[in-house]
């Protein structure tokens, strides 16, 4: 994106006095990180925890500290502190850094990178990942028509988290379905009701 470009959309947002801040963002790169290669995660780069992703984005992103063999430690706090999980680690672009005015800490603006491996431990001082081992996850999908505007759309959420109480695969089904029924309805929130058929797939441990 053009740095001019930029600077006159900005020009133009602001004359509006509309409270956008632009960054010149696309989203992730095949190669994920810059500094590394695809799929890999050396220390000092953004390392997130994918808790689903698709229709409906759940994860976090902080700093990987130490890298040994396979095994990825990063952020240096826990995440939800529930000891061993299962989620996505994924590279991770940033865009950019924002002040925290308040002073609690600044934070930043990224766009999730390339599958890098496996999140197995959330402990206290920090998570842990395997890199190059594929994360599991549970496919949602779900088939949303809106007859009176004749409009139609198959939506898919893969769930890696799956009996956390908020992100079980009932919560991450429900807010995928909202998702997609928005995405059809085009009107946000709003008074109606629909017909919803669920059909779920699976196999038994015997």
Same mark, same amino acid.
């Given at each position: ?8 959309? &900005? ?25 590394? !290669? ?18 409906? %984005? ?44 308040? /002073? ?19 402990? +206290? ?7 190059? &081992?594929?994360?599991? !996850?549970?496919?949602? +999908?779900?088939?949303?028509? %809106? ?38 309805? /085009?009107?946000?929130? !709003?008074?109606? !009701? ?8 699976? +196999?038994?441990?015997?």
């Amino acid at each position: 994106v053009s740095p001019r470009w930029m600077d006159d959309l &900005q020009a133009a947002v602001a004359a509006r006095g509309l409270p956008f801040t632009l960054y010149p963002a696309t989203g992730s790169s095949p190669g994920g990180s810059d500094t590394g !290669s695809p799929g890999v995660i050396l220390p000092g780069e953004s390392m997130s925890a994918v808790l689903s992703e698709g229709d409906n %984005f759940a994860y976090g992103t902080g700093t990987a500290t130490y890298c040994d063999g396979s095994t990825v430690i990063g952020w240096g706090h826990p995440f939800f502190w529930t000891g061993a999980v299962t989620m996505s680690m994924n590279e991770a672009d940033v865009l950019t850094v924002i002040e925290d005015a308040t /002073g609690f800490g600044n934070f930043k603006v990224h766009t999730l990178g390339e599958p890098a491996g496996l999140i197995d431990f959330d402990g +206290t001082a920090a998570i842990r990942g395997i890199a190059g &081992q594929p994360a599991p !996850s549970v496919p949602i +999908t779900s088939a949303v028509e %809106f007859a009176e505007y004749g409009t139609s759309r198959r939506g898919r959420t893969d769930a890696y988290v799956t009996d956390d109480p908020f992100f079980s695969l009932g919560w991450t089904a429900a807010s995928h379905l909202v998702t997609n029924l928005d995405y059809v309805r /085009g009107t946000g929130l !709003s008074p109606g !009701s629909s017909s919803v058929e669920w059909l779920v797939e699976g +196999t038994r441990a015997d």
